[in-house]
């Protein structure tokens, strides 16, 4: 089996789009390919059902894809588009089999030390795939070799592990400094 897989990433574009440009520039050829096509405002009607969203967004924007990367910043679990994405990529659906999902900190996100994280001021759906072993979560690295490997053990997790997609999504963008249950 090939380690190479079509990798989703999803990140909030308005403060962490550089980060984005760099993991594309770092590892595009390394993963076989980066697939385009985030979630954008306005591209989905909002007033359509949740599983109808979720299902546009699995269908249409992660059509093919084997593995979703979350590259996680200061705010990025604010983000409804990230929730909509990640809810998405772990589900199956007729056309497309769920993607692995992983999560990656920036050198951005604040914290006292470089392996460590608030489980509150990370993408919530996410938290909860962590802590059931779907997903997994690491610190930003410039190995490719490295990166490539949480990618492939994603790959393989997504099935063998069922994903926690209980959470209601998120129906708007968040605020405040982290979230809660």
Do not use: C
């Given at each position: 089996?090939?380690?190479?897989?079509?990798?989703?990433?999803?990140?909030?574009?308005?403060?962490?789009?550089?980060?984005?440009?760099?993991?594309?520039?770092?590892?595009?050829?390394?993963?076989?390919?980066?697939?385009?096509?985030?979630?954008?405002?306005?591209?989905?009607?909002?007033?359509?059902?949740?599983?109808?969203?979720?299902?546009?967004?699995?269908?249409?924007?992660l059509?093919?894809?084997?593995?979703?990367?979350?590259?996680?910043?200061?705010?990025?679990?604010?983000?409804?588009?990230?929730?909509?994405?990640?809810?998405?990529?772990?589900?199956?659906?007729?056309?497309?089999?769920?993607s692995?999902?992983?999560?990656?900190?920036?050198?951005?996100?604040?914290?006292?030390?470089?392996?460590?994280?608030?489980?509150?001021?990370?993408?919530?759906?996410?938290?909860?795939?962590?802590?059931c072993?779907?997903?997994?979560?690491?610190?930003?690295?410039?190995?490719?070799?490295?990166?490539?490997?949480?990618?492939?053990?994603?790959?393989?997790?997504?099935?063998?592990v069922?994903?926690?997609?209980?959470?209601?999504?998120?129906?708007?963008?968040?605020?405040?400094?982290?979230?809660?249950?």
């Open positions: 089996m090939s380690t190479r897989h079509r990798v989703f990433v999803s990140y909030h574009h308005a403060l962490d789009e550089g980060y984005k440009r760099l993991f594309e520039q770092r590892f595009g050829n390394t993963f076989g390919a980066i697939v385009p096509g985030s979630v954008q405002v306005g591209d989905i009607n909002p007033y359509l059902s949740t599983d109808t969203i979720r299902q546009k967004i699995r269908d249409e924007y059509r093919d894809t084997s593995v979703t990367v979350v590259l996680i910043g200061a705010e990025t679990w604010q983000r409804k588009h990230v929730d909509w994405e990640i809810g998405s990529s772990i589900r199956h659906t007729q056309f497309n089999s769920r692995g999902l992983l999560g990656i900190i920036l050198p951005s996100y604040p914290r006292p030390a470089f392996s460590m994280y608030n489980s509150y001021t990370i993408p919530p759906r996410l938290h909860d795939n962590i802590e072993g779907f997903a997994s979560i690491h610190p930003w690295s410039d190995d490719a070799a490295t990166v490539q490997g949480w990618i492939h053990a994603a790959y393989e997790r997504r099935s063998r069922n994903p926690d997609n209980s959470r209601d999504s998120f129906g708007r963008n968040r605020t405040g400094a982290a979230w809660t249950d």
